[in-house]
C-alpha cells in the first residue's frame, strides 16, 4: 500500500515532464490536418515525392495486367504534361509478382519505355516534364496512397501545390474521367 501511493506521488510529478519532453523531443509527429509526405522510389533509383510541393501532381494506379488501359490514360494526358504546373507520376503494383532476382529487369525494361514516351511526346511537340514510374515491389507507397487493396482497376489521386490531396477517383475506366480530374483543378 504505501508502495502504490509513493509510486502514484512519483507518476503524477513526473507526468507532466515527461508530456512536454516528449512534445520537445519528438517534432516527427504530424500535426492534425497536415499531409505526411509520401515517397517512392523510381525505375531509376532515385527517391521521388508523391505528394510533391510546387506543382499539382496526378498520381496513377496501375499494373501489368492494366498496362493497355494505363497507357490509353497517360496518352489522354499528353496535353497537359508540358505545363510546368502539372506532373504525372505512375505507381506500378507489383507485389509479390516479380522475384527479387528479377527486379533489375523490370527497371531496365521501364527506362527502355519511358525513353520512348518522351521520344513520342517530343515529336509531338510537347516539352514533356519527367514523369516517374515507381514499380513498388514492397507495397509500401501503395499503402501510403490507400491503395493497399487495389487490384484490378486504375484509379488516381490528384495532389495541389502544397501537397495535399484534392480529389481521388477509385475506378478510374475512361480517359475522360482523367482529363475531366484534371481540368477541374488547373
Not at 522475384?99 to 516539352?127: D, F, Y
Request: net charge positive; with cysteine; hydrophobic share 40%.
Amino acid at each position: 500500500m504505501v508502495f502504490r501511493s509513493m509510486f502514484s506521488a512519483i507518476f503524477f510529478r513526473i507526468s507532466p515532464v515527461i508530456a512536454l519532453c516528449s512534445m520537445i523531443l519528438l517534432p516527427t509527429v504530424v500535426r492534425a490536418g497536415s499531409q505526411a509526405t509520401i515517397n517512392g522510389q523510381d525505375a531509376n533509383g532515385k527517391s521521388v515525392t508523391v505528394n510533391g510541393t510546387g506543382h499539382y501532381t496526378l498520381v496513377l494506379y496501375t499494373n501489368p495486367d492494366l498496362e493497355d488501359d494505363s497507357r490509353k490514360m497517360s496518352l489522354a494526358l499528353d496535353p497537359y504534361r508540358g505545363n510546368s504546373n502539372f506532373s504525372f507520376i505512375r505507381v506500378v503494383d507489383l507485389r509479390g509478382g516479380v522475384p527479387p532476382g528479377m527486379r533489375s529487369i523490370v527497371r531496365v525494361h521501364i527506362r527502355e519505355e519511358e525513353v520512348k514516351e518522351t521520344a513520342r511526346l517530343q515529336k509531338s511537340g510537347v516539352s514533356p516534364t519527367p514523369a516517374p514510374i515507381i514499380p513498388d515491389f514492397s507495397g509500401s507507397t501503395l499503402n501510403a496512397l490507400g491503395w493497399d487493396s487495389i487490384y484490378d482497376h486504375l484509379c488516381l489521386v490528384i495532389y495541389d501545390p502544397q501537397g495535399k490531396e484534392v480529389k481521388r477517383v477509385a475506378n478510374v475506366s475512361t480517359t475522360k474521367q482523367v482529363t475531366g480530374a484534371v481540368d477541374s483543378i488547373l
